[in-house]
């Protein structure tokens, strides 16, 4: 199977991309120079020149806030170049394989989203999502869409590194005590999207959507105590107290209040199990400080 792989510079792109190596998966990883989700000529020359079997889309419009001040851009980048790629791939026969996010849900239900859940997105960027898994199912029907929860990593922009940098650096951190997740590293949910992908090389036509979250749910203050005990581990930390406030004191577009996922779906299609994300976060806090 050959893959091309968009977003490969990702926070999650980057673990595939290691990942479908280490596996002697051939990949291709176009540079943004070279295949522009703003230029749909680029999507096509790509898939000419590559022929994969498999695209894997995790590029993408990522910043909310950013999006409601520039709404055309967004849904230009999100919904019409994906919809261009899905039609493009449908006719080519070409497998695609998307990465969206638990932000396509509003929040406001109690227990674990689940795949036969409503979405219904708040803001432009969410809506962009929203739309563009819309239009990959009604012109791709050989697509797998798969919704992650919290990505965490110790490297670019997410909830763990934000809270790292405010700890090493400030006396005291702000944050929620009524938004709750689920911690996925990101590293794991390479390990999903590559154990998917080996599987419909062998043959399995499982299309649809699916949800994949570390085990255990936290909310957001208590999974920063658990950081800053393992943190005090590597690092003389100055923090001295968490600041606790409300998701509604915080200014701008605020994340859906439950970002659960659950993985029933994922574990009886594919047999993945969800993992732990207690082990793998004291190992990415210790590689963040042998960064610094």
């Known amino acids: 199977m050959k893959i091309l792989l968009i977003g490969g510079t990702g926070l999650i792109g980057q673990e595939v991309h290691t990942l ?3 596996k002697s998966i051939t990949c291709f990883a176009p540079t943004r120079e070279e295949l522009d989700l703003e230029s749909p000529e680029t999507i096509d020359a790509c898939l000419q020149k590559y022929e994969p079997d498999l695209v894997i889309s995790n590029a993408g419009y990522h910043n909310p806030a ?3 001040n520039e709404p055309s851009r967004c849904f230009r980048i999100n919904r019409d170049a994906m919809a261009h790629l899905a039609q493009s791939c ?3 026969n070409i497998i695609m394989f998307y990465i969206s996010t638990y932000r396509v849900f509003d929040g406001e239900k109690k227990d674990p989203y689940t795949e036969k859940d409503i979405p ?3 803001g432009v960027l969410a809506t962009s999502r929203w739309q563009a898994e819309q239009q990959i199912s009604e012109r791709c029907p050989r697509h797998i869409i798969l919704r992650f929860s919290w990505i965490i990593s110790q490297r670019r922009t997410n909830l763990l590194k934000y809270l790292l940098d405010q700890i090493s650096e400030e006396r005291d951190v702000a944050v929620v005590s009524d938004q709750q997740g689920c911690p996925t590293p990101a590293d794991d949910a390479a390990r999903v999207i590559v154990a998917i992908v080996q599987q419909l090389d062998c ?5 649809g959507t699916y949800h994949y979250a570390g085990a255990e749910p936290v909310s957001e203050n208590r999974f920063a105590e658990v950081v ?13 107290k968490l600041h606790m406030n409300k998701l509604n004191d915080r200014n701008g577009i605020q994340a859906p209040a439950n970002a659960t996922l659950a993985c029933r779906k994922i574990l009886s299609t594919f047999g993945v199990h969800n993992k732990s994300w207690r082990s793998p976060l004291a190992r990415m806090i210790k590689s963040y400080y042998e960064d610094i």
């Open 203 to 207: 043959g399995a036509e499982t299309w």
């Open 90 to 92: 449908n006719d080519r």
């Open 66 to 68: 950013s999006a409601e």
């Open 20 to 22: 479908l190596q280490e």
């Open 228 to 240: 800053i005990a393992e943190a005090s581990q590597y690092h003389p930390l100055k923090i001295r």
């Open 120 to 122: 219904n997105p708040t």
